[in-house]
């Protein structure tokens, strides 16, 4: 028998769940207000280009086979708000058993940049026989992400505040401070220093769709395990300060560990998961395993990254500062067409990050924020749950 509730979760009424009110008051007439200059454009901030507007269907489906269950508890996880991302509330289906429906983001340090956004339902009771529901439908706006049009002053950050610090650090499948890792980075940097790194060619397929289809999967696998070589605090200074060569800018350091990944790691399509370490090893892997080599030699090297999970595929971004030292995320492509610091192709998003602690899952350390159920039932009448993520 499975037991689990959630306690303190706010009453949803009325209509729409998720949505944003603007209001605009004190300005009697337009004409009498004063002109607003537009900002100028940071020129060490990406760029945002064509849009993509897409209706998206979450939520889920339960159903009581052989006996009722009781104290169901289910999280979904759902688009997530970002920059370059927008999500509208346009339908709600609920079935008259759903009791309680809100939305959360985590990490739930509301100091923390958003990672991912979960949908929470619960429902008393479901009666032997019956079948509950609770839908939602998206319209998602995703921007494609261009460039910045000036690199040179990026720097790799040498004071890392609370926010970036959790994508320094070790997380599960991304090997931070390995020696086989470092000595990857090493080699990197070495082959960028002499005008070694020739852009390589396209690695993979451009449109991935093995990864995750259910979020489900994504993080119900055990962590690969880490060795005490691997903790961040053990990691070596930022190789760039090291090689003393002022040839190179941050920026095409970082790029260096990108092109390593792409000229060493073979594309295999609908490979299993692979932490850092075991591409590294075998060098080949899927979207999801070059994404996180490439974050495990971010880190290694000092440099903020983490991994991005979008409908079918993943890929990964890296942070830089300006010259007044603000934080800025760039994105690289994975697998497909080579882009770094830019995501030409907008898909879905529906998480940030690689190490997710869910409150109602405190024991486990998810590198992804997956749908999950808890419940009560009798043995043997186990319930049949269902998922639903589909683009409409």
Known sequence: MVGFWMHGLARVTGGAILGTCLTISGVANAADAPAVQ?????PAAVRYGQAISTRYRVGAKITANGGD????????????ECAEQEVHLLEEDYSPQIEQV??????????????ARQMLISLSQLAAGQEAHALVTFEVVTRAILPPEQTDSLKIPTKVDRELKPFLTTSPYINVGHPKVRAAVKEALAAAEKGENDEPAANGAADEKSKPASAADASNQPATPVEKSENAKE???PESAASGSGALTDWKRVEALYDYTQKHIGYEAGAPDKSALQTLEDGKA????????F???????????????????QYAEFCLVDEHNKPHWYPVQSA???????MPVPKVILQKGDKFIVPERRREQLRYASDFTTLKAAPGNKPSVKYVREQL
């Open 38 to 42: 537009p900002a100028e454009p940071d």
């Open 102 to 115: 809100d939305f959360r983001t985590l990490p739930t340090d509301k100091r923390a940049e958003p990672g």
């Open 235 to 237: 990691a070596k200074k």
């Open 336 to 342: 497909g067409t080579r882009a770094f610091g830019a």
């Open 295 to 313: 974050v495990a030699m971010c880190r290694t090297n000092k440099v903020p990254a983490r991994m991005v999970w979008v409908d079918g595929h």
């Open 69 to 80: 269950v009781r104290d169901i508890f289910m999280m979904v996880a759902v688009p997530l």
């Open 286 to 293: 899927d979207c999801h395993g070059l994404a996180a080599l």
